[in-house]
């Protein structure tokens, strides 16, 4: 089963309005990433965020960690067109060798200029 | 600066046809390597992952294999494709002990 799952799986908003995507996952993890995908294209990563924070900023983006409720928020602030895209959480866990990264099934964002 | 090359960007091959798709990376020493495959509208499904030369391994019992030949070289293959196979493959790099990966352009793949 997937460790990060978002929600919603679909989110239309109008240019300007504000966008949050909340991530759940099961177990504990060291960091919870953020990656935004462009249609057909490779995933790009946005923000890492450790599990002892609570709260990082990056431009207009915003995410908070809740780690006794295991669950994530993205805030996109004042969205453009330019933001339409998936984005998905990322967790890891530990594998033979270090650790890997599980990817949620992501949030498709489309902002409506 | 590092890059990450994947090719090619789209391929159609008929079922039971063989499957090699490459990835390289530029600009980095002993990076760790993925392959990733993602469906359409859905996740990321990690399929093998690589800390050095020659030492693969496979996340989930498939019909595609790995391999890396070179430090900086990632080969995704299959003897004989499946329908099932279709799909979006995403080659990833990470500096060891990092959690930050970095995606090439993906290639996408379809089985008929």
Known sequence: SQQGEEDPQALSIQEGENATMNCS????????????????????????IRSNEREKHSGRLRVTLDTSKKSSSLLITASRAADTASYFCATDAFMTGGFKTIFGAGTRLFVKA | SQTIHQWPATLVQPVGSPLSLECTVEGTSNPNLYW??????RGLQLLFYSVGIGQISSEVPQNLSASRPQDRQFILSSKKLLLSDSGFYLCAWSLAGLYEQFFGPGTRLTVL
């Open chain 1, 25 to 48: 996952y099961k177990t504990s993890i060291n960091n919870l990433q953020w990656y935004r995908q462009n249609s057909g294209r490779g995933l790009v990563h946005l923000i890492l």
């Open chain 2, 36 to 41: 990733y495959r993602q469906a359409a509208g």
